[in-house]
C-alpha cells in the first residue's frame, strides 16, 4: 500500500506563488513516476506535470508550461510543484499521483492518489 500525503496549498494572489510538496510512504516501488493534477469545481481532472524516477525528464502541458516546475528529492520520497505567475484559472484543488514508469498524462495511468491540496488564486 502507498500513501501519498500532499501540503502548500493555500490562497494567493494573482501573478504569485506557491510551492506544494507531496510525500510518498509504504510500499512504493523501485522505479515510480510522479505526476500532478488538478480538478475545478465542475471540470474534469486535468494533468498539471509529470517528472520521472530520475528527474531529468519533466514534462507539462501548455497551459502551465513555463509558469510551474515540477522537481522530486527521491532520498526524502517526496515531489515538488512550484507554481509561478498564478492565474484565477489555476485555482482547482491539486493532486499528486504515483504511477508506473509508463505512466503519462492520463490519470487512468496513476494507481496512488493524495488527498488533494487546493489552490485558490485571487484576481
Known amino acids: 500500500q502507498v500513501q501519498l500525503v500532499e501540503s502548500g496549498g493555500g490562497l494567493v494572489q494573482a501573478g504569485g506563488s506557491l510551492r506544494l510538496s507531496c510525500t510518498a510512504s509504504?510500499?512504493?516501488?523501485?522505479?515510480?513516476?510522479m505526476g500532478w493534477f488538478r480538478q475545478a469545481p465542475g471540470k474534469e481532472r486535468e494533468f498539471v506535470a509529470r517528472i520521472s524516477w530520475s528527474g531529468e525528464n519533466t514534462y507539462y502541458p501548455d497551459s502551465v508550461k513555463g509558469r510551474f516546475t515540477v522537481s522530486r528529492d527521491n532520498a526524502k520520497n517526496t515531489v515538488y510543484l512550484q507554481m509561478y505567475s498564478l492565474k484565477p484559472e489555476d485555482t482547482a484543488v491539486y493532486y499528486c499521483?504515483?504511477?508506473?514508469?509508463?505512466?503519462?498524462?492520463?490519470?487512468?495511468?496513476?494507481?496512488?492518489w493524495g488527498q488533494g491540496t487546493q489552490v485558490t488564486v485571487s484576481s
Open positions: 499521483a504515483l504511477g508506473s514508469w509508463y505512466a503519462h498524462i492520463g490519470h487512468y495511468q496513476y494507481a496512488y
Open positions: 509504504g510500499r512504493t516501488a523501485s522505479t515510480y513516476v
